[in-house]
């Protein structure tokens, strides 16, 4: 004799929940978190490698900010502004 259970998909959802494996973080940031540390240890420690390890590898987030830092924001011209600058260039 057999028996037939039957489950709605929330439930069955709900039972397999445990049984998905975690969500892998990705490979960037694990180095970004891992080189932030570094950083840390780096200022309260007295170990000159280590100093000059984190000069040379410093944190991604940390490099983009000064690298784009310069750069400076310019006002967006209008159509005719543009025309007569770039008359005023050839001319």
């Known amino acids: 004799m057999t028996q037939v259970v039957t489950v709605s998909a929330h439930t069955a959802a709900y039972a397999m929940e445990p049984v998905k494996p975690p969500q892998r973080v990705s490979r960037a940031t694990y180095v970004e978190e891992h080189t932030r540390v570094l950083a840390q240890q780096a200022a309260q420690s ?3 490698r280590l100093r000059a ?39």
């Open 46 to 48: 007295e170990d000159l």
């Open 53 to 91: 390890l984190v000069n040379v590898v410093q944190p991604p987030a940390l490099a983009l900010y000064f690298l784009t830092s310069t750069q400076q924001q310019f006002e967006q011209a209008t159509l005719k502004e543009t025309i007569e600058a770039y008359k005023n260039s050839v001319a």
